[in-house]
């Protein structure tokens, strides 16, 4: 079975600073890989998503993540965080049996 | 496009009732899943809806169960309710099966078991 670990529970930034969020996947088949943010009192929103087309993904809000088999990550980068990238974010996998299998989640804190 | 909704957005309810929780996915989305996201477990897959039919159930015991329409509105059940099920049930859409295609969150509904 598929699963994620995310690396840091809590993440504080700068504003204007790089953001890194990480994330580790296990898999026995190749996985498709997401991330999603997740403000206060709303649902998911997806960031992006990894489907084995091309291994650096950019996606919305200025973030990308790099899918690297070889270190079974997939970590997300933001080069400038900005006061309104402040959430949770989560990284997620779904195999072959069409489960997705979220992580506990970062919470992103970005200071003035 | 109007998103994924889901009703109510908020319930309170007292051990040992029943409670239903709605989802109406984004229009012309089959595939309707459903996860709890409590602060101790995170968020944790429940099932997956495509064609009416329940395509993977994630580890809940069988007081959780649901249904799709033929609309592909979904629903979800939770009889016998423990203060453990307090949570926020988030259900999310997507065109196909799941694997291959994004899935769009609705807000949730947030129940609180008294």
């Known amino acids: 079975a598929q699963s994620v670990t995310q690396l840091g529970s809590h993440v504080s930034v700068s504003e204007g600073a790089l953001v890194l969020l990480r994330c580790n996947y296990s898999?026995?088949?190749?996985?498709?890989l997401f991330w999603y943010v997740q403000y206060p009192n709303q649902g998911l929103q997806l960031l992006l998503k990894?489907?084995?087309?091309?291994?650096l993904v950019k996606g919305i809000n200025g973030f990308e993540a790099e899918f690297k088999k070889s270190e079974t990550s997939f970590h997300l980068t933001k080069p400038s965080a900005h006061m309104s990238d402040a959430a949770e974010y989560f990284c997620?996998?779904?195999?072959?049996?069409?489960?997705?299998?979220f992580g506990a989640g970062t919470r992103l804190t970005v200071k003035p | 496009k109007a998103g994924v909704t889901q009703t109510p957005r908020y319930l309170i309810k007292t051990r040992g009732q029943q409670v239903t929780l709605s989802c109406s996915p984004i229009?012309?989305?089959?595939?309707v899943s459903w996860y709890q996201q409590t602060p101790g477990q995170g968020l944790q897959f429940l099932f997956e809806?495509?064609?009416?039919?329940?395509?993977n159930k994630g580890n809940f015991p069988g007081r959780f169960s649901g249904r799709q329409f033929s609309n592909s509105r979904s629903e979800m059940n939770v009889s016998t309710l423990e203060l453990g099920d307090s949570a926020l049930y988030l259900c999310?859409?997507?065109?196909?099966?799941?694997?291959?295609?994004?899935?769009?969150f609705g807000p949730g509904t947030r129940l609180t078991v008294l």
């Open positions: 809806y495509f064609s009416e039919t329940q395509r």
């Open positions: 229009s012309g989305h089959r595939s």
């Open positions: 898999s026995s088949v190749p996985p498709y």
């Open positions: 997620a996998v779904s195999g072959s049996n069409n489960d997705m299998r």
């Open positions: 999310a859409s997507a065109p196909s099966r799941v694997n291959t295609d994004t899935q769009y």
């Open positions: 990894y489907t084995s087309a091309a291994t």
